[in-house]
């Protein structure tokens, strides 16, 4: 379910790169040293310095409508991991839809925020379906099925089965990835088979949202605990963790933009006792 607009999409009239794929490189500035902050002596840091010479503008959001500030900090925050999240209401309707974003490790959370439409005054069927049941998975999205995901966020009746029109394919709670795990506590909704990584999620906690000095509920948060992930064998490194390059995820930009993970580096982060004697030097 979505509040987009039913505007059809801009071709950019470049053909999607298929021959593209992820690689790792070094970081932007491999010589960077301790209080440097910005190394605007060098590029990119030298070009990025001199466009503070445009300054900036700034919004009071207290002042603007939500109308305006949606499409400001989804265009703010990115990018952003997408999923669908499937749940099953308690008279057995399924339904699917996208977005979440994880919370904790320990324990083990992520968490779902669904707004409240103004308009219709309806809330979410996926909303409802986890209040009422308690029970979700999230499975990510990668690039060869974002059609089909993209399809999950039409803003359809609640008696519209999305599995039907993005043709995506059940788990099914008696596939071989649940029996070895069958003694563990059944989650009902279904995974998504065409994922590489799934979650099984029970509810954990729901909390209500409202603006200052309201009493409306304008949006509801969802934390899930995980229960169980699945993950194809064919996406973990030998270290047992998940390859980028292999997992092909799509994340969310502004607006219908969505972007694909082209090239990564590695940042170690430094022990204090590494650096200690560096910093104290120098304050002395």
Not at 41 to 70: C, F, M, Q
Not at 72 to 88: D, E, G, K, N
Not at 198 to 211: G, V
């Amino acid at each position: 379910m979505s509040d987009r607009s039913n505007e059809p999409t801009q071709n950019s009239g470049q053909p999607f790169n298929f021959a593209a794929s992820f690689r790792e490189t070094d970081p932007p500035n491999p010589n960077w040293q301790l209080r440097q902050g910005l190394p605007d002596h060098v590029e990119p840091g030298k070009s990025w310095k001199a466009e503070e010479e445009k300054g900036w503008k700034t919004w009071n959001l207290s002042d603007i409508s939500s109308r305006e500030i949606y499409p400001l900090l989804t265009s703010c925050i990115v990018p952003r991991p997408i999923a669908l999240v499937s749940s099953t209401s308690s008279n057995g309707i399924p339904n699917l839809a996208p977005y979440f974003s994880m919370v904790a490790h320990n324990p083990p959370l992520l968490s779902i925020s669904f707004s409240h439409s103004p308009r219709t005054g309806k809330s979410k069927d996926t909303k409802e379906n986890i209040l009422a049941t308690k029970q979700f998975t999230v499975s990510i999205v990668s690039e060869p099925f974002i059609e089909a995901a993209n399809i999950t966020t039409v803003d359809a009746p609640a008696d519209i089965d999305e599995w039907d029109i993005s043709g995506l394919t059940r788990s099914a709670s008696a596939s071989p990835f649940r029996l070895a795990a069958a003694a563990l506590i059944d989650v009902r909704p279904p995974w998504v088979k065409e994922s590489a990584i799934s979650f099984e999620c029970e509810l954990f906690h729901s909390y209500e949202i409202r603006p200052p000095n309201s009493d409306e509920v304008t949006n509801t948060l969802v934390l899930g605990l995980i229960k169980r992930t699945h993950i194809r064998e064919s996406v973990l490194t030998a270290s047992g963790t998940v390859d980028p390059a292999k997992l092909r995820a799509v994340s969310r930009l502004g607006g219908d933009m969505y972007a694909r993970i082209g090239e990564g580096f590695e940042l170690s982060r430094p022990p204090w006792t590494v650096i200690r004697s560096q910093v104290t030097s120098e304050t002395e």
